[in-house]
């Protein structure tokens, strides 16, 4: 309030300059095919079923699919009794292998099960079985992987030139997915590919991200609590849909894939309040079987 010359305040207001408001910012600019950084989930009150690392395969995934992709299609489709609804569905990346276009030289005379064409095909059948199970009652989202990308990052370095041409880019494949680098879930849970490396990866990933957090990538499922001055949190992998032992893993890790990975996938319950419950496991323990672990019980996949 202005002043008089005597001290009193006097009833002239002061004019005061408000800024113009700030326009709309612009779209951010992305190219043709490009990733975005993250999707959204809003769940309360329901679980999120996140598999990843399928790995698709053809010359195996065609006579049979793996037992943990077996029973990921069990859980979305009811037949598991759970607590809560399933709500949502994450595939966290790698669902296809790609290794057609692998920038790494061949491994022996190694086969890839099948041409990449093949492998698309058989990856858009498999995908598609989660779409048609979820229907409107299960939200679904997708993150890319490594082995993903590849389809695009092998085009965009070989023929540049041929950018924003049809079928250049993994969503006109799988036009059903919206992908991105990462999902959160409410604003506690980070659904991400992979982060860190190591042993301990799921729980740096959870004190990198200050949130619970659930990648794949290291095919080794685990969770660990994480507590700190904010609270209780988990770092979670989920472990790889594939069998460890397909021929997608064997010749470049020179089989040790088979006695050090784990397939599975993870359940997370997301209680009324968003409070995250300890995210849980379902193992395979015997692949040729189809027995997967699943609270102290053997299921038939
Ligand atoms: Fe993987």
């Known amino acids: ?37 993250s999707t959204l989930l809003n769940i309360a009150d329901g679980i999120v079923v996140i598999s990843g690392d399928w790995h698709c395969y053809v010359s195996e995934w065609s006579r049979k699919p793996p037992t943990a992709y077996r029973a990921l299609l069990k859980f979305l489709k009811g037949d598991i009794d759970l607590a809560h609804p399933i709500k949502a569905t994450v595939v966290n990346g790698d669902f296809l292998n790609a290794a057609q276009i692998h920038r790494h030289p061949r491994c022996g005379w190694e086969d890839h099960g099948g041409t990449l064409r093949d492998e698309i095909e058989l990856t858009q059948e498999m995908m598609g079985n989660v779409e048609m199970i979820s229907g409107r009652s299960i939200q679904r989202r997708a993150n890319i992987g490594n082995h993903d990308i590849r389809v ?18 993994l969503n006109e494949f799988f036009p ?26 799921p729980a740096q990933n959870a004190l990198r991200s200050g949130k619970t957090c659930v990648t794949g990538h290291l095919h080794r499922g685990a969770v660990f609590p994480v507590r700190d001055a904010m609270g ?20 470049y890790t020179e089989s040790t894939a088979s006695y050090t990975w784990t397939s599975g996938f993870a359940v997370i319950t997301i209680l009324k309040d968003k409070r995250v419950l300890m995210p849980e496991l379902v193992l395979v323990v015997d692949e040729d079987r189809g027995l997967v672990s699943w609270r102290g019980q053997l299921l038939k996949a």
């Open 176 to 201: 059903a997915w919206d992908f991105a680098w990462g999902c959160e879930i409410n604003d506690n849970v980070l659904v991400k590919h992979k982060w860190a490396g190591g042993l301990y990866a």
């Open 1 to 37: 309030m202005a002043r008089s010359r005597r001290g009193k305040a006097s009833l002239r207001t002061s004019r005061k300059q408000y800024p113009e408001p700030e326009p709309e910012p612009e779209p951010f600019p992305r190219a043709a095919g490009d990733i975005a950084t």
């Open 152 to 169: 695009m990052s092998f085009l965009s370095n070989q023929i540049p030139e041929w950018e924003g041409m049809p079928y250049t880019t």
């Open 232 to 251: 209780l949190r988990w770092g979670v992998d989920h472990g790889a849909i594939a069998d460890i032992r397909s021929g997608a893993f064997r010749n």
